[in-house]
């Protein structure tokens, strides 16, 4: 269901959104060239515990992946992410 909503890199806010039920989760980074700093994940209160933080990580890890990018976890929720999901480590920048 969630997995419709388009990914959308939002560059004037440095956040990689999604917008779930007219609300906006997020993803903050900065990036420095080729590397995106992952730095906080976010997901509105009213739409947690539905799954959307991951959805929005994988898709994330997709265009970061697909655009020959790197990244750096930064953030809690993706690092937990990580810990679960080790095939997307060959997308940290080292």
Not at 20 to 32: K, L, P, S, T
Not at 49 to 57: S, T, Y
Not at 63 to 73: A, E, I, Q, T
Request: hydrophobic residues 35%; charged residues 25%.
């Amino acid at each position: 269901m969630y997995n419709d909503s388009p990914l959308i890199n939002n560059e004037t806010n440095h956040s990689f959104e999604m917008i779930v039920e007219g609300q906006r989760a997020f993803i903050n980074y900065r990036h420095i060239g080729d590397t995106y700093l992952l730095i906080h994940t976010e997901v509105p209160e009213a739409l947690r515990n539905r799954g959307i933080a991951k959805i929005l990580v994988e898709k994330t890890f997709e265009y970061l992946g697909k655009n020959h990018l790197k990244m750096r976890p930064y953030c809690a929720y993706v690092q937990a992410y990580l810990k679960n999901n080790p095939d997307w480590k060959r997308l940290i920048d080292k």
